[in-house]
């Protein structure tokens, strides 16, 4: 390895580690502005100079463009080296404006920093200062282009690292103009790490422009809990609001960067209308009497109807301190186990794909970009955890191949194959795959995976082209020497997960890495798996129960039945059955605004709280600050009113899992500190044996067992659920914006997400004799949905693609797997 002299210090480093690297693990931070690890060299900014004065390089070089070597020698406060970085501040300033002071990138500005410390204060040059013509991005990224610096960070990262076109490098010279051909808003869903990547105030966010700089506002380490992949974040809030979510680096997880839904998903938790008092039949009550009469009335039905007359509904985007005391408030109370999932074939997938997760397979999402062949099997990666899609194209521009298998009209930043088939035949088109890569009589027993052996079709059930694609990539799979099996549970059927495990097993033994990454439906999925009941009582039971006037009591906490169960009609009847419709929340939600008893919970910027990710690490969110209404709130833009207290107004809304504690009798109601708490076991799962409880909170710790003991997957064909005959299957389906449930109350997030549409294949558009037109009509069972129709040739058919917007009636499916006789039901809307 190669050893060399940095200042006079000694430091030994990996073969191909850069000189700016080498330095930084030492303590010595060389000034820069193009490099950055994410991107790599470019030696664009030249303010890196340092002088090697002995070994195999000398001179002044750009230390991001040199490897380390052994024997160097190098000095980054010889005068000739801080001679030359000082023309380069010089240079670089000639024509920077002075607006420091109005500008959002003051003080964290790279080019502040480096100015200041390299002692240039005055400008020598006296002619007139370059400008340029700012433009239009969107609602989210501002631009300043007459602060720009040339360091060509964001043209990189845009487009050599995200994989957009629509903004680049114009002009020559001194006018080099980075922005959009014209005006327009930016189309890559993560346009918003255009922000971070800026070392100065070109770029900067136009959601919370001149409200705050990074010194006014608490900040502290969270988690992104908009997808299942817990990407790594820093929260900061100021005067009771929460203003900016930026990306913090992970080395397992997401990296340097973050999506726009997780960036700018954020204001929720300031919603004009987020509820945070409690009421009682819509009048607004005192905290403390709300949770009394809540406890009293659970009591009371539990006396006169027996327990099993409660029922619970928990929510997969709760903390797992939330979820583990709602099961312990059902414990305490003998009455059945909470659900946490609406669709019980969901709650079958997670909780199957959970058990097979362990060390030897389950990949995090970094390691993803390190495989040379990828198969994503009922995955839309920019929708459903837009990340994902980022660490695969990482993986691609290392040589990877990468195959997706999806009936989605999916559009990814990479090239890719695109098998676009129904869900029912995904699990075929594997065995297919594997049939021709693998020579089953060579699966060896400790492979797990014995499944596929007998249970492989003679021929897969498709056309002779189909089958030669097929043969091309299992060649290829057969050459690689990293795999990674990427699997949703969304829109597959409930068997796909397990045999997607066992592919990834069998290929565990021949290959130097086979690893496996599922994709959940929301933040702890993992976590609601371990806790959920489904299995004894599922939400149709529940609902069935209600109906039979069995049950007589709801108890809904962080969830929104309302909105994501698809029948609303039936939903709404059976919430007037109740006795008694308790729901604990921060959003302004439908579900809400129907209970008969609210209590106001703390989102996780208030509360904090632990989350699993989908490939089993456990994250932990600190909070933010102490919640209220945010000043801008309470004083509509003037000045807050003087009045002086012990309170925060607003501040009633308390962590949820307290609520449930207090709701329990567990802690006393008066308890006026969340100390009584602290003793609890919040992971008093099994799952969790092996944890020692006195180092929560936990952190980056990843809770899989080494080796699954899960049985492996018994492989059969669904031949039973091929379509037949003039039928289409309508599938629901989630969009980067527009669908999710936190950032659907987040306003920078509802100003960039795109219109209500339903996807469809022009053939099948053909036979039902209608075109591509501004609306078409679906007759669902619970009547006509009228929605813009659009035709895509690359997605599969036989199928109907609607996603859940926000703003869309689509609860009148009535089911979540909906068949459709397609000639009947689907017309040229008449509006």
Not at 168 to 187: C, M, T
Request: net charge negative; hydrophobic share 40%; aromatic share 10%.
């Amino acid at each position: 390895m190669p050893k060399l002299i940095i200042d006079d210090r000694i430091i030994e480093v990996v073969p191909g580690v850069k000189v700016i690297d080498a330095a930084e693990q030492l303590g010595i931070m060389i000034p820069r502005f193009c490099y950055h690890k994410a991107l790599g060299s470019v030696g664009a900014c030249r303010m890196c100079g340092v002088k090697f004065v002995d070994g195999p390089v000398m001179g002044i070089h750009m230390s991001c463009m040199v490897d380390a070597q052994d024997g160097m020698v190098v000095s980054t406060t010889d005068p000739e080296a801080v001679e030359f970085r000082k023309y380069v501040i010089e240079w670089l300033m000639l024509n920077h404006p002075h607006d420091c002071p109005v500008c959002d990138e003051g003080g964290h500005c790279l080019l502040q920093d480096t100015t200041v410390s390299g002692g240039h204060g005055i400008r020598r040059y006296p002619g007139q200062k370059r400008t340029y013509r700012d433009q239009y991005l969107g609602h989210l990224v501002a631009h300043e282009m007459n602060r720009c610096i040339h360091c060509y960070r964001c043209v990189r990262y845009y487009q050599e690292f995200s994989g957009y076109s629509d903004l680049g490098a114009f002009q020559i010279a001194s006018r080099v103009y980075f922005g959009r051909f014209a005006d327009g808003p930016l189309e890559s869903p993560f346009a918003g790490n255009l922000i971070d990547i800026c070392p100065t105030g070109v770029f900067t966010d136009l959601t919370t422009r001149y409200r705050v700089r990074r010194w006014d506002m608490e900040r502290g380490d969270s988690v992104c809990i908009h997808c299942s992949l817990g990407c790594d974040t820093i929260a900061g809030a100021r005067y009771r609001e929460v203003l900016r979510q930026e990306a913090r680096f992970s080395e397992h997880v997401n990296g340097w960067f973050i999506c726009d839904r997780g960036r700018f998903g954020y204001q929720y938790e300031s919603h004009e209308n987020r509820p945070r008092a409690a009421r009682i039949c819509g009048s607004e009550t005192e905290m403390d009497k709300t949770i009394d009469q809540a406890s009293q009335k659970i009591d009371e039905i539990i006396k006169v109807w027996g327990p099993e007359a409660v029922a619970c509904l928990g929510s997969s985007r709760s903390s797992l301190e939330t979820q583990a005391m709602l099961a312990e408030f059902c414990q305490m109370k003998n009455i059945p186990g909470p659900v946490y999932f609406l669709d019980k074939s969901i709650a079958n997938k997670v909780k199957s794909a959970v058990s097979r997760l362990d060390m030897q397979l389950a990949l995090s999402m970094r390691e993803i970009e390190d495989v040379d062949f990828i198969l994503a099997l009922g995955v839309d990666a920019i929708n459903e955890a837009p990340m994902l899609a980022l660490a695969m194209r990482q993986a691609v521009r290392n040589g990877a191949l990468a195959v997706v298998a999806d009936p989605r009209p999916v559009s990814l930043p990479f090239e890719f194959e695109h098998f676009a088939l129904l869900p029912e035949n995904l699990k075929d088109f594997l065995f297919a795959l594997i049939k021709s890569a693998v020579n089953i009589e060579d699966i060896k027993p400790e492979s797990n995976a014995r499944g596929f052996a007998g249970a492989l079709p003679e021929d897969y059930p498709g056309d002779q082209e189909m089958m030669d694609r097929i043969k091309l990539l299992a060649e290829k799979l057969r050459q690689s020497r990293k795999t990674a099996f990427i699997c949703g549970t969304q829109g597959v059927t409930e068997t796909l997960p397990d045999a997607v495990a066992d592919a990834a097993q069998l290929f565990s033994h021949t290959k130097e890495k086979s690893g496996l990454f599922y994709v959940f439906p929301a933040a702890n999925s993992f976590g609601a798996a371990l806790w959920d009941n489904s299995d004894k009582r599922c939400f149709e039971d529940i609902l069935d129960g209600i109906e039979q006037e069995k049950i007589k009591a709801l108890i809904v906490v962080e969830s929104n039945p309302v909105f994501h169960y698809p029948d609303r009609n039936r939903l709404e009847a059976v919430i007037k059955k109740l006795e008694l419709f308790l729901v604990l929340d921060y959003l302004p939600s439908p579900t809400v605004t129907r209970a008969g008893m609210f209590i106001p919970s703390q989102t996780v910027f208030e509360s904090g709280g632990s989350f699993i990710n989908q490939e089993g690490r456990l994250q932990y969110a600190y909070p933010i600050h102490r919640g209220g209404i945010p000043n801008y709130q309470q004083s509509k833009g003037s000045h807050p009113e003087r009045v002086y207290g012990l309170g925060i107004p607003g501040n009633d809304p308390k962590p949820s899992r307290e609520i449930l504690a207090r709701i329990a009798g567990l802690i006393p109601n008066d308890a006026t500190t969340r100390d009584s708490l602290e003793k609890f076991d919040y992971f008093g799962h099994p799952f969790f044996a092996w944890l020692n409880r006195e180092e929560y909170p936990f952190d980056n710790i990843r809770i899989i067992p080494q080796k699954s003991q899960a049985e492996p997957y018994s492989a059969s064909l669904n031949k039973d659920l091929m379509p037949m005959g003039n039928v289409i299957k309508l599938l629901l389906v989630d969009r980067t914006f527009g669908t999710e449930v936190l950032s659907a109350f987040s306003e920078p997030a509802c100003k960039v997400e795109s219109p209500p549409v339903v996807y469809m294949h022009p053939s099948d558009a053909s036979q039902a004799e209608i075109t591509e037109a501004e609306k078409i009509c679906l007759t669902l069972p619970g009547g006509d949905l009228e929605v813009r129709l659009e035709l895509k040739e690359n997605m599969a058919e036989g199928i109907i693609v609607l996603p859940r917007h926000r703003q869309l009636f689509w609860q009148k499916c009535h089911s979540f797997d909906e068949w459709m006789a397609v000639y009947k039901t689907i017309k040229p809307s008449q509006s």
